[in-house]
């Protein structure tokens, strides 16, 4: 069972940065895949960017592309996303998500979740 726990969201101004993290329990962590999905509301939940188990492959929504940029350390067992030039088209819940496949971009697949962190961008 693989526990997940996102932190650092928060409310910016169009143009910021953010970082957020999402932290895990499991001690195979590294065998697993990890995206982040956003759901703003009234949306359905959509792919932003996953990363592979090792950290040397990602894929990106091309929503973010070029602003987002996903990595991992798996020693410290979290997922990053750091998000740049955000927009208020960004405000969303984020949430992680882990898999033991890579590369699944369908949030129906996932089987462990965070509770989600807000982000709020106001322009």
């Known amino acids: 069972q693989v526990q997940l726990v996102e932190s650092g969201g928060g409310l910016v101004q169009t143009g910021d940065s953010l970082r957020l993290s999402c932290a895990a329990s499991?001690?195979?962590?590294?065998?697993?895949?990890v995206a982040w999905f956003r759901q703003a509301p009234g949306k359905e939940r959509e792919f932003a960017a996953v990363?592979?188990?090792?950290?040397?492959?990602?894929q990106y929504a091309d929503s973010v592309k070029g602003r987002f940029t996903i990595s991992r350390d798996n020693d410290a067992k979290t997922v990053y996303l750091q998000m740049n030039s955000l927009k208020p088209e960004d405000t969303a819940v984020y949430y992680c998500?882990?898999?033991?496949?890579?590369?699944?971009?369908?949030?129906?697949?996932?089987?462990?979740w965070g509770q989600g962190t807000q982000v709020t961008v106001s322009s």
């Open positions: 998500a882990a898999i033991t496949v890579y590369p699944v971009v369908i949030p129906q697949l996932y089987s462990y």
């Open positions: 990363i592979n188990g090792g950290g040397a492959n990602t």
């Open positions: 499991e001690r195979t962590f590294s065998s697993y895949a």
